[in-house]
Each structure stands twice: as C-alpha cells, then as structure tokens.
C-alpha cells in the first residue's frame, strides 16, 4: 500500500456544506497573513478548526428491529416526558424525549435515529439562546421530521443554539430514510431532540457521550415503562 492509499484510508472524510467555509477561511489567512505575518499562523489554525468542524466520518449502525440510534454526536443533557412541538402535528400528550447537546467541537452531521418514510418536515423560526436551556425547545430556530417506522411514529427535531445560524436538512417529504443515513446538519453548535412514543423505556442517560448513527437510544419492540421527568441543573 503506497503512502497516498495509507493517508487517504487515514483521514476524515470533510462533508461537502463545509468546503465553501474552509475555502473562505483559507483565502483570508493567506491575503491578510501575506501583509501580518503573525496572523497567518492564527488563521491558519483557526482554517484548520472550520475544517475538523465539517468532518463527516464513518459509520456503523446496529442492526435490529426497532432499534433507535443517536441522531448526533454530543452529550445527553435532558431525558424525560416532554410535548412535542405543535408544528409537527403529534398531538398534545406527552411523548418521551431524549436530548444531544452538541458542542462546537462535536460532528455535526446529523442521522437519522430510525428507518422509515419522513410524512412531514416543519421548519420553525427562532432565537438562538443556549441550546442546553430546557426552553431552547420552545423558543429557539428549529426544524423537525416525523419518521414513521415499521415499530411506531418518532420525530426528530434539529435545535440551533448560541452560535449555530443555519440549519441544514438533506431530505424532503416522502421520501424514505435508513436508520444512520445522514439527514441534516447544523453549522456550530446546537441540539438534537428525538421524541419517541410514551412509555418507551431509553436506554441512555444524562451526560452520557453519544455517537451519531451508533448509540442505541431505545429499542421500540421492548416492554414499554414510565420514566420519571429528568433535567440538567
């Protein structure tokens, strides 16, 4: 294997959103390094953060009937009854939530927590306070999926938070999703709500680290059982 095949095999694949942005923070720490030579070597690190930002890694989902995965890398920062937004047309009782914090330094690109056919898309304008408040689900810019699986209906909400300004969906109604296919993404620093049917048991829990496409959530054809509401401090 040549020293090319061994670094192509190595490196993170970059997603494609992120290009025009490394591009851009490219050309400025060059046109303004050549007149500051100092600050070519802050731009040139900063290039490099904007680049590890919009890296796309692979990877792999579990395999199971009913199976619910981690729509994004982050840490669990809320797990509880909750009501799903009213854009997204899943009725007023409680469903059970589970929430991803993402940090600026988390992948941000987000998949599908189940496979199945996406029946609505609802994008909602808001503000841009501190995703991991419990009223960021209310207040701030959102844009959410109803996935109706073979196991039951979930949705999965895209959140921005204090630096995100752009949220990025992959998929139109009607169309049908693999559970880990690619969906979305949201430009620096957000959360991810995934509202599943009531009674579901999760199988995760406040501060664990999630993996985007591989963390099981929950399991919808196991005996469902009432959780306790349970949020950050």
């Not at 970059?14 to 100092?38: D, K, L, N, Q």
């Not at 039951?152 to 049908?176: H, T, Y």
Request: one cysteine or more.
């Amino acid at each position: 294997m040549s020293l090319i095949d061994t670094i192509k095999r190595t490196a993170v694949p970059i997603h494609r959103e992120g290009w025009p942005f490394i591009a851009i923070a490219a050309a400025i720490t060059i046109v303004v390094g050549w007149f500051v030579p100092f600050i070519f070597w802050i731009g040139l690190i900063l290039t490099g953060w904007v680049t590890y930002f919009f890296r796309d890694p692979q990877r792999v989902t579990p395999v199971g009937t009913g199976l619910v995965v981690a729509p994004a890398d982050g840490t669990v920062c809320m797990v509880g009854p909750a009501t799903p937004p009213v854009e997204l047309g899943l009725g007023t009782e409680p469903m059970v939530r589970i929430c991803t914090f993402m940090n600026v330094f988390n992948c941000h690109v987000n998949r599908a927590p189940i496979g199945g056919a996406v029946t609505k898309i609802a994008y909602r304008a808001g503000k841009f306070l501190n995703a991991e408040l419990e009223k960021a689900s209310d207040d701030n810019e959102r844009n959410g999926l109803v996935i109706n699986a073979p196991e039951g209906r979930i949705a999965v909400v895209q959140i921005a938070g204090l630096v995100a300004r752009r949220i990025v969906c992959f998929v139109r109604e009607g169309e049908s999703v693999q559970g880990g296919e690619r969906f979305g993404l949201i430009r620096f620093g957000s959360r991810l709500d995934v509202y599943l049917p009531a009674g579901t048991a999760p199988r995760v829990a406040i501060g664990q680290t999630m993996v985007a496409g591989e963390t099981v959530l929950a399991d919808l054809t196991a005996p469902a059982g009432g959780i306790p509401l349970t949020r950050v401090s």
